[in-house]
């Protein structure tokens, strides 16, 4: 059967920070979970922070639960509370990015083993006609990391870019995760 | 390979007449992966529960008052690349006024009116035929600075948001006839092919007496693939 064509990607352009409705964070403050904190900055080909960036994030629950119909496991749903969903804009002036959430449970993977928690980040900006796929692993996570199904399809000297960096281990553990679009470092994408 | 045959109807990510993509553009390849319950799964389903569609563009800045400018009716279906209709789908809008400029506090170059009663945004979750509907205005050109007097052809952005991570897409709706396409490079980063698919058609039919003026622009998002949990119970 012949397939019809995709309707083609474009840029997100620099408007959408005002007119796209804020969704700031995918768990709600009485979500059941462990808080954290990611910031980081998008870096472009030349080591500048990419000031008009739109970071995605779509993760599973504390149990690693997907709010989602396809996600039709035995465990109890997610919390009313949660969407797993959430979109913030990088800093006019530092390009930075950060939001709270909670630590994503352990997805099943398609072997019948555990992925490990991960949050997946679709990444788009002025100067970008198509979004970007990636995702951020925890740095504290080691174990968890070593036998995640995905991680092991990517090159093992390119995994580093996807693991986020305990910053502070205080009260609201906070992760630090750069997104390099270009050059050295270049963060891992992905082809869904 | 499947990376090319995907990419087959986006633009590049690399498309130097568009000067902004020559730092923003990855130099590596893709990583293909075998996808999981994450890929499988999308914000589509949570957004059609927890939102309500927000479709009058030209009442919505809750003013009392209307926006200026010809009043248009876009609609449409979005559907797989098997042409079967795609529900739960968060559609999302955002569009310059009537005189081409946004209500952005970025917009400073270019001196055009702004109207109190136009916010240029809405949204809506598409219906089990997949259809989507919004009544909006028509948006202006307007300038901006890749080139000498560069001028964007009129649009409407538009941002997908389905059941699974591959249907994500952010496009741009434009229209029949205008001469501005032709030397647009964003437009024609795009494959030649493909390029029409993102210029609605003109409709009639859907065009209202002494109303408003109707457009059609159906969506063709990539399709699942196929993951070992939709062969049965997983495992």
């Known amino acids: 059967m012949t397939k019809r064509m995709l309707t083609p990607s474009q840029t997100v352009g620099p408007y959408f920070s005002m007119q796209l409705k804020p969704v ?42 997907y709010r989602h119909p396809a996600d039709a496991r035995d465990e ?33 993977d398609p072997r019948g083993g555990l992925q490990a928690p991960h949050l997946n980040l679709i990444v788009t900006a002025r100067g970008m006609l198509l979004h970007l796929h990636t995702r951020l692993y925890f ?5 968890a990391n070593a036998e995640d199904f995905v991680l092991a399809q990517v090159p093992a000297q390119r995994r580093p870019t996807l693991i986020a960096r305990l910053t502070d281990e205080g009260e609201l553990p906070t992760y630090a995760f750069d997104i390099r679009l270009q050059g050295d470092g270049e963060t891992v994408f992905f082809d869904l | 390979m499947g990376m090319a045959e995907k990419l087959t109807d986006h633009p590049p990510f690399l498309y130097r007449d568009y ?3 020559v730092l923003r553009a990855p130099r590596k390849d893709l990583v293909e992966i075998v996808r999981t319950l994450s890929e499988a799964t999308g914000p589509g389903p949570a957004w059609a529960e927890l939102n309500d569609d927000d479709t009058d563009l030209t009442t919505n800045a809750g003013t009392g008052g209307e926006a200026l ?19 739960g789908t968060l559609v999302e809008i955002w569009q310059a006024n009537a005189a081409g400029r946004y209500v952005h506090w ?7 009116p702004l109207d109190p009663n136009f916010l240029g945004v809405g949204q809506c979750v598409t219906g089990d035929d997949g259809s989507y509907r919004f009544l909006t205005i028509r948006p202006g050109p307007y300038p901006w600075g890749n080139h000498p007097n560069a001028w964007r052809p ?9 059941s699974h991570l591959g249907a994500r897409l952010v496009t741009q709706m434009y229209f029949p006839g205008d001469p501005l396409l032709a030397i647009d490079p964003i437009f024609n980063a795009a494959p030649e092919h493909s390029r029409d698919r993102m210029i609605s058609v003109y409709d009639h039919d859907l065009t209202t007496e002494r109303w408003a003026l109707g457009y059609r622009f159906d ?9 070992p949990f939709e062969d049965g119970d997983g495992g």
């Open chain 1, 76 to 108: 109890p749903p997610p919390d009313d509370g949660f969407s797993g969903y959430g979109r913030v804009h990088t800093d006019f002036e530092t390009g930075t990015f950060r939001f709270t959430t909670v630590m994503p449970g352990r997805v099943p």
């Open chain 2, 154 to 162: 009129a649009h409407i952005h538009m941002s997908l948001l389905g």
């Open chain 2, 219 to 227: 969506v063709v998002l990539a399709g699942p693939r196929a993951t």
């Open chain 2, 69 to 87: 400018g010809s009043r248009t009716i876009v609609t449409g279906r979005v559907l797989d690349e098997d042409g079967e209709p795609v529900p």
């Open chain 1, 24 to 65: 700031v964070v995918p768990a709600g403050p009485d979500v059941p979970g462990r808080r954290i904190r990611v910031e980081g900055r998008v870096l472009d080909g030349g080591g500048r922070p990419v000031e008009d960036a739109l970071v995605e994030v779509w993760q599973a629950d504390a149990a690693g639960r």
């Open chain 1, 139 to 143: 740095g504290d996570e080691d174990e």
């Open chain 2, 19 to 21: 000067r902004s993509t």
């Open chain 2, 106 to 112: 970025r917009e400073v170059e270019f001196p055009a």
